[in-house]
């Protein structure tokens, strides 16, 4: 018997499209734990949704193998459907039903009796505080009550696992933190999460674990912690310039106290190890090369991935 | 052998897709339901006019269709008006919400993701299309048969051949839509249906049977291809035997045969828009 969570080996995916070939995922290995809230963080078309896809049966790997509990995808599909609760990151509620009838059909595709499956729609209206649009339509919610709905059906058949695909993606920054606060609850019950975001900050302040995903591959895998700590650096100094400057990211490299620096248009980022003084120096070199301005902050994994890739996540 | 099969018994899974299965029946019929004022109006609408221009107004102004043989116009077209309501609503009970659910809304998704094989989801629209297409035929009747001036006969003798016609009909009515909804685009639908399914509903041997098309017999082959053919003439060997018909076993055949073909078609391509 294979472990509970998700084991995801050697996993490619080539999307055939007009003749050309487009490899999305060259060979992926990962293994998310029973009840762990697992990030995949990455940039946009880096593989996030292909993987998702893949683990909830709806993309056919190419080759690799992955299974959910235990449960091979591929073998398997509906025996996989039954034990996972699915976001996906288009609106995908039924739009011909109202909201409840939404949640309480959900609970009949799983198996609920009609009588249980209406108790279990009116409980998550409650939980997730929308009985008072249980009558609406899909259409007439905003973004953040849809994408409400959408994981309190998910995980109306009581799923043992919830995957969220880009769950925060266009909502604004109260539904974000009212999800956040969502997937703790779900974590809290045992549920094993895997989210994939490309929000740093998401990744950051919920996961127990996150990868680091691009271009089809995974850079590395570790705790926001360990990954943060791998820099090697306690201090991001971001200098803007009034105009690009390599000779003086150069200059910058050689000075005791700094880890790496990088360009990035007419900005440098520098990463600096605690040490006295390598502030006052990196300013001296800066002077007389037109600063702008400048701010320190700590590494987050947004850092990480810019020196993994050296590229903002955004790009 | 695989992972799955030793986690879940095979009476556990068979009863946890019927329980799946039953929940998809309840959400169309839940949906149908809502829209039944619509839908019957879309059944209606159609024949209503028909039998009332051709087969009411027209005798009582003195404008008759030639229809030879002793058998009145209101007649003949009692097998074809029912076959062809049983087709437009198999195909739209199907095709209309199935392309835009694969092209615009994605919400086809939480019913892609109920636990039975992805094909069952494909295959309870159809039969829940197919028997909303039979009750169309059905509630389209009493308005062929009382609206006419002129008399219609109606005699049934094989209540199984009429039945078997009438569920086959429309089986093969909402895979044909299945397989239109799986291969359109919510841009094209329009053009969908005035290159198909108007093509079918006037080419499909409604207004007159099969056998008189002999003197046009290019047109006489041609609308072998077309599913009505099959449906109106079985219709017109159980409802109204005295009109020239085809054999049971033409049309029986070619519809089990349409009906394979079709089914072949709505499936793979269902699995094709929701599997990438």
Request: charge should be neutral; charged fraction near 20%.
């Amino acid at each position: 018997m294979e472990p509970a969570g998700i084991v995801i080996e050697k996993l490619a995916k080539i999307y055939s499209r007009r003749g050309s070939e487009v490899h999305a995922l060259k060979g992926i290995d990962l293994e998310v734990r029973g009840g762990e809230i697992f990030g995949l963080l990455g940039p946009n078309g880096a593989g996030k949704t292909t993987t998702v896809g893949v683990c909830t049966t709806r993309v056919k790997a190419t080759s690799g193998r992955v299974t959910v509990n235990g449960i091979d995808v591929r073998a398997d599909a509906p025996a996989v459907k039954r034990s996972i609760g699915v976001v996906t990151q288009f609106r995908t509620l039924d739009r011909s039903l109202t909201i409840r009838e939404n949640l309480a059909m959900h609970g009949m595709y799983f198996g609920l009796h009609p009588k249980d499956a209406w108790v279990r729609a009116d409980e998550l209206l409650a939980d997730f505080r929308l009985s008072e649009r249980a009558g609406a339509f899909p259409d007439e919610l905003s973004g953040g009550m849809a994408q409400r709905v959408q994981v309190a059906r998910a995980i109306a058949h009581h799923p043992s696992v919830l995957f969220l695909d880009e769950p925060t993606a266009g909502l604004d920054p109260q539904s974000r933190l009212a999800l956040w606060e969502t997937i703790e609850g779900m974590h809290a019950r045992g549920i094993t999460v895997f989210l994939t975001t490309h929000y740093m900050e998401e990744a950051e302040s919920l996961c127990d674990r996150v990868a680091i995903i691009d271009h089809g591959q995974i850079l590395v895998l570790d705790t926001p912690e360990a990954l943060k700590r791998s820099i090697s650096a306690e201090t991001v100094i971001e200098l803007r310039l009034e105009t690009p400057n390599d000779a003086l990211v150069e200059r910058l490299r050689a000075l005791p106290g700094v880890v790496s620096a990088q360009a990035s248009g007419d900005a440098v980022r520098v990463l600096t190890a605690s040490q006295d003084g390598v502030l006052p120096r990196i300013l001296a070199e800066a002077n007389g090369a037109g600063l702008k301005d400048m701010t320190m902050t700590k590494p987050t994994l947004e850092t990480v991935f810019i020196s993994l890739t050296g590229r903002d996540l955004r790009e | 052998m695989s992972d799955g099969s030793m986690t879940l018994a095979p009476p556990a899974r068979r009863a946890m897709y019927a329980r799946a299965f039953y929940g998809l029946i309840r959400r169309d019929m839940r949906v149908a339901r809502r829209e039944a004022f619509q839908l019957s109006m879309r059944t209606i609408m159609n024949p209503f006019l028909f039998v009332f221009v051709f087969a009411y107004v027209f005798p009582k102004i003195g404008q008759q269709f030639q229809s030879g043989g002793g058998i009145s116009f209101a007649t003949i077209i009692v097998p074809g008006l029912i076959g062809s309501a049983i087709i437009f609503n198999g195909i739209s009970a199907v095709a209309l919400p199935l392309v835009m659910e694969f092209g615009a809304t994605r919400e086809i998704e939480d019913r892609v993701m109920a636990p039975l094989p992805t094909a069952a989801v494909a295959i309870e629209k159809i039969v829940f299309s197919a028997a909303q297409a039979v009750l169309a035929g059905l509630v389209v009747f009493p308005f062929v048969y009382l609206i006419p001036s002129t008399p219609v006969s109606v005699h049934v003798n094989n209540w199984p051949l009429l039945i078997g016609v009438f569920l086959l009909a429309g089986l093969v009515s909402s895979a044909l839509g299945m397989a239109i909804g799986t291969v359109a685009n919510p841009r094209q639908i329009g053009l969908v249906f005035a290159l198909i399914v108007i093509p079918v509903t006037f080419l499909g041997c409604v207004y007159y049977p099969w056998a008189r098309l002999h003197p046009v017999l290019w047109l006489q082959i041609l609308v072998l291809i077309n599913p009505l053919v099959y449906i109106s003439e079985g219709l017109r060997t159980a409802l109204t035997p005295t009109v020239p018909h085809m054999h049971p076993w033409a049309f029986f055949g070619a519809l089990l045969a349409l009906f394979a073909l079709l089914m072949w078609m709505a499936l793979s391509g269902f699995l094709r828009r929701v599997i990438d």
